[in-house]
């Protein structure tokens, strides 16, 4: 032995420690932990000090016993959905100052695997759940809404055991084809994820969306020419869709798309075919995610608010988790149209 310290082994600072360390009982580190009534600002600086000086940090699966592991889960089915990021940052702004943990868990398109999803949030005692537009069967959310905390994003159909913040789909839909319209288009497709009212939901976003549309080129006059082309939310869905219809018997002269992410697959098809956007094509998307502003994109797009959503469920869902079980909220978006240099009037309008 050279007299050498042997190196400090690292120990887990315990709510005991932070309690000696700042002269007062655990119950009171306790109570300052759980933001209890009653204590004084003194105490709680005093708590918070220690804290901060030892570095503790609360045991979650301890907290988890005690009732509260203060993590809320976060269900949506890709990271490459750019306005889900919107959405996040909504969310993590709202608890920045709270002391809950956000947890994402991407579950792909596959109802079944966001069940899987579901269900291991629920079993890691997660204090409440934020849906983004699920596909899982409706019966399932409703079973879990009953016992875990939850707000749906998106999806129009009521509950009472649920809080749910929704776009106007319909409404943003409208939007879009007016614009279009006025400047000249009358062969306008959609181009939109599936929907279908399987799993017992009777009102998602993309049906929803579809009605407005079709109502929207009703009203026009345009009923005939309606095209509605189902893709995936995705690049590759996009671009699938774009390649579909540009290059049909009789290509429409306007796109709007369900999703911002896809109209950048249409970009992508309509580069791929030698067409030039708006000159040959105009092209909308939804969500006005940041992609939609950048200066090679400049797609006009459908603001409906994603921070705003995203904040706004968060704060639903912490008043769920401290109590509130007498009323079911619903929150609605107002949509407007960010128009940037994606559209135009076709080539050669007709009558």
């Keep these: 032995m050279d007299g050498a310290a042997a190196p400090k082994q690292n120990k887990r600072v315990t709510i005991s420690d932070v309690a000696r360390h700042a002269g007062v009982s655990t119950a009171a580190v306790s109570k300052v932990l759980r933001s209890a009534y009653g204590v004084s600002p003194a105490m709680r600086e005093k708590v918070q000090a220690a804290i901060a000086e030892l570095g503790y940090r609360p045991h979650a699966a301890a907290r988890g016993m005690r009732g509260r592991t203060y993590t809320i889960g976060v269900l949506l089915d890709n990271v490459r959905n750019a306005f889900f990021a919107d959405i996040l940052d909504g969310v993590r702004d709202e608890l920045r100052t709270s002391e809950y943990t956000v947890l994402v868990g991407a579950a792909g398109f596959e109802p079944d695997e966001q069940a899987r999803t579901i269900r291991s949030m629920v079993d890691r005692q997660m204090d409440g759940l934020i849906l983004i537009a699920p596909g899982t069967p409706r019966d399932e959310i409703l079973s879990t809404a009953a ?36 400047l000249g288009h009358r062969d306008i497709a959609l181009v939109s994820a599936p929907g279908t009212r399987s799993n017992r939901w009777q009102r998602t976003p993309e049906i929803v969306l579809t009605d407005g549309y079709l109502e929207a080129m009703r009203r026009h006059g345009l009923a005939d020419r309606a ?18 219809l540009l290059t049909a018997d009789r290509p429409p002269t306007a796109i709007m798309t369900g999703a911002d992410v896809a109209a950048l697959g249409i970009y992508r098809a309509v580069h791929e075919l030698g067409l030039r956007i708006p000159d040959d094509l105009s092209l909308v998307g939804y969500n006005n995610t940041a992609l939609a502003s950048l200066a090679p994109v400049r797609l006009t797009s459908v603001d409906q608010a994603g921070h705003t959503m995203g904040a706004t469920a968060a704060r639903l869902l912490i008043e769920r988790v401290e109590g509130r079980r007498d009323r079911a909220v619903r929150s609605t978006m107002t949509p407007r149209l960010v128009v940037r240099g994606s559209t135009a009037s076709p080539r050669s309008a007709g009558p």
């Excluded at 995936?232 to 579909?244: L, N, P, Q, V």
């Design 147 to 182: 016992s875990t905390p939850t707000v749906v994003i998106g999806h129009h159909d009521a509950a009472d055991s649920h809080d749910s913040v929704v776009d106007a789909d319909d409404i943003g839909a409208g939007l879009v084809v007016d614009h279009l319209v006025s």
């Design 227 to 244: 095209r509605v082309h189902h893709a995936a939310y995705s690049d590759e869905g996009g671009f699938k869709a774009g390649m579909t």
